[in-house]
């Protein structure tokens, strides 16, 4: 990444900051012996570099990245253990003697799997906004986060901190089709978001399956994009060809369902992959309609009811 590139993506970080980018680590520092950590006092400067206990460190509740890879996190710790934590993590002080994470909450597992007590850490001034906003800009600068984390991280700050999307872009340094592209996999059905998180399937497919409206179809064709692990252009092709099949006219609407039956509904069509549909009368007799979008559809429909 060029340092220009880089220049660019920070400027949204620098500004929520309301720092200058230079660190000085020896401010206010003039009469520490080496090896022993300074104390932390409330004249410190914004930008410095100060030694504090992990033990007086809490999560940033804002925190966007909700899993992190157990392997790599030992591979860090190994990397502390030998030569120390290179760069420190960011707080805001909460009262005398206790820190809320900014951002590096990755380096700081690490260090405490490491055995450390004591953490290098910038100490920053930020309110609740400014804590989810420096959280968000972080992880995505370091392309940390899988796709719906930022799309449920962008969502976040435009219900929380009051963004519009152009505003939302210019924080984070993106265009305003990207920001809506990460928004509309939230409209997709769950059991595909999970898929996308886990990586089973790419940005790419996603975008194809946001093509088509209706969810049974939706399902359907992200059910075969796994079990015949298709590329994006063949699942584009899938879609096309679906979206050229007639489209049955639907009569008169049932009547809502309760949240019980709505739930079973919901993991009837988790289960089999298309959308199921509950029928229940006032008189509590009704049917289960599951809808197939093709023989193959059928057949393995038909399999998993072991027919």
């Given at each position: ?114 055995g450390l007590t004591q953490i290098p850490a910038y100490i920053r001034t930020a309110n609740d906004q400014q804590m989810l906003e420096m959280a968000l800009i972080e ?169």
């Open positions: 990444m060029s340092t220009e590139k880089r220049n660019a993506l920070g400027k949204g970080l620098s500004a929520l900051l309301n720092d200058t980018p230079s660190v000085l680590p020896n401010r206010n520092n003039d009469t520490a012996k080496p090896g022993v950590p300074r104390p932390v006092s409330e004249v410190d400067s914004l930008g410095s570099i100060n030694e504090i206990k992990i033990s007086e460190i809490e999560v940033n509740p804002y925190q966007p990245r909700t899993e992190f890879d157990e392997q790599a996190l030992a591979d860090l710790s190994a990397s502390i253990k030998l030569q120390g934590l290179i760069q420190p993590i960011t707080v805001r002080r909460v009262s005398a003697h206790a820190y809320q994470l900014i951002s590096g909450e990755r380096r700081l597992r690490a260090s405490k799997l490491a992880n995505i600068q370091r392309e940390n986060l899988n796709a719906i984390e930022v799309a449920l991280s962008f969502q976040r700050m435009i219900d929380e901190c009051s963004l519009k999307q152009e505003e939302l872009g210019d924080r984070v340094s993106k265009n305003r089709s990207t920001v809506t592209n990460y928004l509309r996999l939230l409209k997709l059905p769950p059991s595909i978001q999970a898929s996308l998180r886990d990586n089973e399937i790419s940005m790419g497919h996603a975008k194809a399956l946001l093509a088509v409206e209706d969810p049974a179809a939706q399902l359907y064709i992200h059910q075969q994009i796994i079990k015949n692990e298709l590329s994006v252009r063949k699942a584009e092709e899938l879609v096309r060809e679906i979206q050229k099949a007639p489209v049955k006219k639907e009569g008169k609407q049932p009547e809502e369902l309760s949240y019980q039956l709505k739930k079973i509904e919901d993991d009837l069509a988790s289960k089999f992959s298309t959308k199921v549909r509950l029928k229940v009368n006032s008189q509590g007799n009704g049917s289960i309609e599951i809808p197939f979008l093709s023989e193959d559809d059928l057949g393995r429909i038909l399999e998993m009811l072991d027919w």
